[in-house]
């Protein structure tokens, strides 16, 4: 029987099954060991409960298995039960760590998903080189289906990676031999640590965007991060393509360094918004196919006045201390150039940044004019057109968006009285 595989990134619905086994095998080498996390729909691990491994065998739904090692060849197995994940567990993660060396000491290393009839999946984790951590994958719940998707990511830094990356942290102070403390309060901080040749995609973007902070002066500072996202008829080929998928990705580091709990707001927009669900570092990999139906609820013409209105009154209704920065993500059509200036105008005086962002080559309307907006107590948005966001680099994304715009109107802000300097 051909077993299918699965490529990173992808994803696929499992057949009906009460349980699953991921398997991990490799030939002799290093000590590799297997890991698991019970994570919330938010893509975090509620406490120490949440760490299924070799001290903790057990969790609810997740089962830890002892290696086995026969002809020279190690297996290592962790048994899902999505029908006893208890509470708020929508996902499972597994992960690897591997002893004293890297991944690319590790012979022969492979991973696959097993049903009740065997193998259903390979998991290809491409051939890491100076990892010492990775992601295999997912086994989550999406709607009424079961699904697994293959990671296939790493870390330079151990369970550390791990552990951080579903938002939690390691104490310091526990012997290395022990089973690592978790504490439930992120670390926040920026650096500019360059990462690791073979790094995640995700840590070299948190380094683009340090770098950007800290040259923008915005280091040390907080924001809240919001997304809104156009989901009028002319952006399916977008959603279609993967490109409002990667777009969100890149601006979902921005939170994980900017934002006080490290997670983005998300409105979809048509003709009418819908505010969905927060989206994290850890979440953003599926959330467009997990937020389907919120975005399914906004499709059809762009009326860009209803979403900012919105948001707006919520920055009203939930007050926060720190201003907000809105991410506004258009494929063009803009056609509501007064309203939108009124409240461009009337929200100058308020905490409250709009950096537009445009995906295609279209016709922009007031957002290629928004120099031309006048009587405001401060300039209080911007705007970047990009023809191709698959062919802007991080660099001159991040370096746009923080020291062109942003920067620029936190200062001004500031001597108005409009921020705390």
């Known amino acids: 029987?051909?077993?299918?595989?699965?490529?990173?990134?992808?994803?696929?619905?499992?057949?009906?099954?009460?349980?699953?086994?991921?398997?991990?095998?490799?030939?002799?080498?290093?000590?590799?060991?297997?890991?698991?996390?019970?994570?919330?729909?938010?893509?975090?691990?509620?406490?120490?409960?949440?760490?299924?491994?070799?001290?903790?065998?057990?969790?609810?739904?997740?089962?830890?298995?002892?290696?086995?090692?026969?002809?020279?060849?190690?297996?290592?197995?962790?048994?899902?039960?999505?029908?006893?994940?208890?509470?708020?567990?929508?996902?499972?993660?597994?992960?690897?760590?591997?002893?004293?060396?890297?991944?690319?000491?590790v012979p022969n290393l492979r991973a696959a998903l097993h049903g009740d009839g065997g193998e259903l999946y390979t998991l290809d984790l491409g051939t890491p080189t100076v990892q010492d951590a990775l992601i295999v994958g997912d086994v989550y719940r999406h709607r009424d289906a079961v699904k697994v998707r293959c990671v296939g990511d790493g870390f330079t830094d151990g369970l550390r990676g791990l552990i951080t990356d579903v938002g939690l942290t390691v104490d310091d102070e526990a012997p290395q031999t022990a089973a690592p403390a978790i504490q439930l309060t992120k670390a926040k901080q920026i650096s500019l640590a360059k990462p690791a040749a073979g790094?995640?995609?995700?840590?070299?973007?948190?380094?683009?965007?340090?770098?950007?902070?800290?040259?923008?002066?915005?280091?040390g500072r907080t924001f809240r991060v919001v997304l809104a996202i156009d989901?009028?008829?002319?952006?399916?080929?977008?959603?279609?393509?993967?490109?409002?998928?990667?777009?969100?990705?890149?601006?979902?580091?921005?939170?994980?360094?900017?934002?006080?709990?490290?997670?983005?707001?998300?409105?979809?927009?048509?003709?009418?918004?819908?505010?969905?669900?927060?989206?994290?570092?850890?979440?953003?990999?599926?959330?467009?196919?997990?937020?389907?139906?919120?975005?399914?609820?906004?499709?059809?013409?762009?009326?860009?006045?209803?979403?900012?209105?919105?948001?707006?009154?919520w920055t009203a209704a939930e007050p926060s201390p720190h201003p907000t920065l809105v991410l506004f993500w258009s494929d063009g059509g803009v056609h509501a150039e007064k309203q939108i200036k009124e409240l461009l105008v009337r929200s100058s005086n308020r905490p409250v940044y709009w950096m537009f962002l445009g995906l295609g080559v279209a016709d922009y309307g007031v957002l290629a004019r928004l120099d031309d907006v006048r009587g405001g107590m401060v300039d209080n948005a911007g705007f970047i057109p990009i023809d191709d966001i698959d062919l802007l680099s991080d660099e001159d994304l991040y370096g746009q968006i923080f020291g062109n715009f942003v920067s620029r109107w936190h200062t001004a802000a500031a001597s108005a009285g409009i921020l705390a300097s």
Request: net charge neutral; with cysteine.
């Open 1 to 105: 029987m051909t077993i299918a595989i699965l490529a990173r990134g992808q994803n696929t619905a499992l057949p009906s099954a009460p349980s699953y086994t991921v398997v991990v095998s490799h030939a002799s080498g290093p000590e590799v060991d297997l890991v698991a996390f019970l994570l919330d729909e938010s893509g975090r691990a509620p406490g120490d409960e949440a760490m299924v491994f070799y001290n903790q065998p057990a969790g609810a739904g997740v089962r830890w298995l002892p290696p086995e090692t026969a002809g020279g060849v190690t297996r290592h197995r962790l048994e899902v039960t999505p029908g006893g994940w208890a509470g708020a567990t929508a996902r499972v993660r597994i992960g690897l760590t591997v002893a004293g060396a890297t991944f690319a000491a």
């Open 199 to 219: 790094a995640s995609s995700v840590d070299l973007r948190k380094y683009a965007v340090a770098v950007s902070l800290v040259k923008s002066g915005l280091d």
């Open 231 to 313: 989901c009028s008829g002319s952006t399916k080929k977008l959603f279609r393509s993967g490109v409002m998928q990667r777009s969100l990705e890149r601006m979902v580091v921005i939170a994980d360094l900017l934002d006080d709990n490290g997670e983005m707001e998300v409105w979809f927009f048509g003709d009418f918004p819908v505010r969905s669900a927060p989206v994290r570092t850890t979440t953003a990999h599926d959330y467009l196919e997990r937020q389907a139906d919120d975005k399914k609820r906004a499709e059809g013409g762009n009326f860009e006045p209803r979403v900012m209105k919105e948001i707006l009154d």
